[in-house]
């Protein structure tokens, strides 16, 4: 019987010194709440070396992409988890750093990022 009074002691006191960890204090209208936005680097490939890149938010935001390159791989270098439109109907994702083939090749007209 002492043992099972101590024990049932032991995880009450335990399970009240949880509960009275310190909450974090909620965001004040004057402070904007901590972020970890940065710029995915999203380079685009096509046939014959042809490529371009773009900086793009990784806020979840869409974003317009308006070169006319016809697309066969998308290269992430890291950091968000992001999806790509094609003007043909195609859905690419990369996760992390990341290279994915498009398929059928075509031209990306919007993309969107979002940070780990």
């Known amino acids: 019987m002492k043992a099972f009074t101590i024990s049932t002691a032991v995880a009450a006191l335990l399970a009240s010194m949880a509960s009275a960890a310190p909450a974090p204090a909620p965001a004040t209208p004057d402070q904007a709440p901590e972020t970890r936005q940065f710029q995915a680097q999203i380079t685009f490939f096509g046939a014959h070396s042809a490529s371009f890149s773009l ?3 990784t806020d979840g ?19 968000a988890t992001c999806g790509f439109t094609g003007i043909d109907g195609s859905r690419v994702v990369t996760v992390g750093a990341q290279t994915v083939d498009v398929g059928p090749p075509q031209t990306q007209i919007s993309g969107s990022c979002l940070a780990f």
């Open 61 to 79: 935001s869409e974003f317009s992409i308006s070169n006319p390159l016809s697309v066969s791989k998308i290269q992430s270098l890291g950091g």
């Open 55 to 57: 900086s793009v938010p």
